[in-house]
Nanobody, 121 residues
Framework: QVQLVESGGGLVQPGGSLRLSCAAS????????MGWYRQAPGKERELVAT???????NYADSVKGRFTISRDNAKNTVYLQMNSLKPEDTAVYYC???????????????WGQGTQVTVSS
């Protein structure tokens, strides 16, 4: 069982910045990809950004140039630096990780509980 604990959400004015963190703990042999997804009211959950263990990143077009994903493999932690925030970025942000409990075990996907980000004046 892998637990993901997110922090860093809150209320910010348009144009402001926030930094989200997500720490993974539990039965972890290795973590492959980690990422952030978000879900706004009345909408489906969507990908925001992902990062592999080697540091390769992928971003949604809507956040390119404004958000930066990074990770600390030693701490099993992923970060999302969000700059130039817009009201349309308002959503619950969920951390995601694909990990293995053993070197031979299957990959498993885990989700955090979510953290609210509200961009409003």
């Amino acid at each position: 069982q892998v637990q993901l604990v997110e922090s860093g959400g809150g209320l910010v004015q348009p144009g402001g910045s926030l930094r989200l963190s997500c720490a993974a703990s539990g039965s972890i042999f290795s973590i492959n990809a980690m990422g952030w997804y978000r879900q706004a009211p009345g909408k489906e959950r969507e990908l925001v950004a992902t990062i592999t263990s080697g540091g390769s990143t992928n971003y949604a077009d809507s956040v390119k140039g404004r958000f930066t994903i990074s990770r600390d493999n030693a701490k099993n932690t992923v970060y999302l630096q969000m700059n130039s925030l817009k009201p349309e970025d308002t959503a619950v942000y969920y951390c995601n990780a694909v990990s293995r409990r053993t070197s031979w075990g299957p990959p498993q996907r885990s989700w955090g509980q979510g953290t609210q980000v509200t961009v409003s004046s």
